[in-house]
């Protein structure tokens, strides 16, 4: 066989049975192998950034990685901001990237590019396949390297020579291409837990902040049983989580504000942080006379659990030590009634409260007109919320295509800016072309109203012409249920309370890709 089917074949031994690509002429033996590996399911995206994307939601869902195939530096380049969110989500993925064939590469063709610099700075991993005999190898090498706790990317760059030799043995035959399998998380160390325990037996008031594999169900419910064990200790989650299970019967986990100023008043009196799954909580930027690092005065921090570490265990050993007699607080059943008259970002949240479907999936990139939707969403039934994690915006439509192709039994809900959803509104397409259960509802306020917030902060003067111009997105005003039935996925559009929770029964109702625009004021 050649080195491009010894890939294939490789990654789906490996249990990478998913492709998101967007491929050229450097890829196209891998292409083409693509029939001879019934295994592996092909997806296409019409634009490198949901390929990406896609393949975060994917790996998110599953704990397993997807590959996203990509033609050479550029193709690279467009997807990197939605790698830049998988990392920042310590997604399990691999990238494939093809690049020119090795005897070509000193003639600098036009499409030439240094792949590993591009690659570099979103990867945990990164290698060249330089012998077609090696590229089997080489593709389960960059699996294990994607699985390492909690995950990462992993980029494989495929010359296209190398693909296009026969020279490649079957993964089979290789014992170093045989499937990796997922390593456990670390253990904490029992000094770890014993420096902890003291902090949190000194009985001054305490924040665990918890993050990734911390926002699951079983570190939920062991953190919950510390909490009303001891009177002291408060519990906050990371302001964007790569995935975060609540809802009704599950431990309800305040989220920490984006705002600087509003992170700051939730911490304060914190005397002890304990960090389980998260970092130390800073700024998202710098402002005039603000300090850039949210911890208050006095307060010191913990580093209970890292990304990779057993944070479920821990937290259960910690719970155990301290509070075996606790039990965890969960969320009670609670749902909003349905408003009624002028459609807000609040009504809005009522709406999508109220009529959420039990194991939905919700991909939020709401922004601004989403800051209801926490409280509104706390008591509906059991659902998984993933965030804009890297605050590389462009990423909820992809990323729904990813969680919906991986948990084809479940509805998925995009919640989407307008702004944001331009920047990859040809996800509607492949959510069409895979008739995929989602359901994107768009938040059309008409403007980058995240923006117009931050120039109100860091001036003292009114924005004028110029500067409203670069905020507002009318003239001409985005038509999103055009732009959606132009891609095949059927729209409608919300003037009212009413007629969105009219539109949205309707689409849940029914299996397929659906899209309501909601038009809402911004700050509403």
């Not at 060249?128 to 699985?147: I, Y």
């Not at 992809?398 to 919640?415: E, K, Q, S, Y």
């Not at 003067?461 to 500067?467: S, V």
């Amino acid at each position: 066989m050649n080195g491009a089917e010894s890939v294939i074949r490789t990654l789906a031994g490996c249990g990478v049975t998913t492709c998101f690509a967007n491929a050229g002429t450097t890829e196209i033996y891998l292409v083409a192998a693509l029939d001879a590996v019934p295994e592996m399911r092909p997806v296409l995206c019409l634009f490198e950034g949901v390929a990406t994307g896609a393949a975060d939601g994917y790996g998110r869902m599953t704990g397993r990685p997807a590959a996203a195939l990509l033609h050479l530096g550029p193709g690279l380049a467009n997807g990197l901001a939605n790698l830049h969110n998988a990392r920042r989500a310590r997604t399990p993925l691999v990238g494939v990237i093809g690049d020119h064939a090795t005897y070509h590469k000193r003639f600098d063709a036009p499409l030439e590019s240094d792949i590993e610099a591009l690659a570099g700075p979103v990867s945990g991993w990164v290698r060249r396949c330089a012998r077609t005999a090696d590229a089997g190898a080489d593709a389960a090498d960059a699996v294990a390297a994607a699985m390492i706790p909690p995950g990462q990317i992993a980029t494989l760059i495929l010359p296209a020579d190398i693909s296009w030799t026969d020279d490649a043995q079957s993964a089979a035959s290789q014992s170093a291409a045989s499937p990796p399998g997922a390593r456990p998380p670390a253990p904490v160390p029992d000094q770890v837990i014993d420096q902890v325990a003291a902090a949190i037996r000194s009985g001054e008031p305490g924040t665990i902040l918890l993050g990734g594999y911390g926002l699951r169900r079983p570190a939920l419910e062991a953190a919950s049983r510390l909490a009303s064990g001891t009177g002291t200790i408060r519990l906050l989650a990371e302001t964007f989580s790569a995935r975060h299970e609540r809802g009704a019967g599950i431990p309800l986990v305040e989220r920490l504000a984006y705002r600087g100023q509003a992170a700051a008043a939730q911490l304060k009196g914190t005397r002890h942080l304990i960090l389980a799954g998260a970092r130390a909580p800073v700024s998202f930027f710098a402002y005039p006379g603000q300090p850039s690092s949210l911890m208050p005065p006095g307060c010191e921090p913990h580093l209970l659990a890292g990304p990779g570490d057993d944070i479920a265990g821990v937290l259960t050993a910690l719970a155990d030590l301290l509070t075996p007699d606790a039990t965890p607080s969960p969320a009670q059943p609670a749902r909003p009634g349905l408003p009624e008259g002028d459609l807000t970002g609040k009504a809005a949240a009522a709406v999508i409260g109220a009529l959420m479907p039990e194991g939905a999936i919700v991909c939020d990139e709401a922004n601004t007109s989403g800051q209801s939707l926490p409280d509104t969403t706390a008591g509906a039934p059991p659902h998984d919320w993933l965030s804009l994690t890297g605050g590389a915006i462009g990423q909820g439509l992809p990323l729904a295509t990813g969680a919906a192709i991986a948990c084809p039994d479940r509805p998925v809900l995009a919640l989407e800016a307008d702004g944001s959803a331009m920047y990859t509104i040809s996800a509607l397409w492949t959510h069409a072309r895979e008739q995929l259960n989602i359901t994107t509802i768009i938040f059309a306020n008409r403007a980058y109203a995240i923006l117009a917030m931050e120039l109100a902060q860091a001036s003292t003067a009114a924005a004028g012409q110029a500067a409203q111009n670069l905020l507002d997105l009318s003239r001409p005003t985005l038509n999103f249920t055009a732009l959606a039935e132009g891609m095949g996925v059927p729209a409608s559009r919300a003037l009212t309370s009413g007629g969105l929770a009219a539109q949205l029964r309707r689409a849940l109702a029914e299996p397929g890709p659906h899209l309501i625009e909601a038009v809402i004021p911004p700050f509403s």
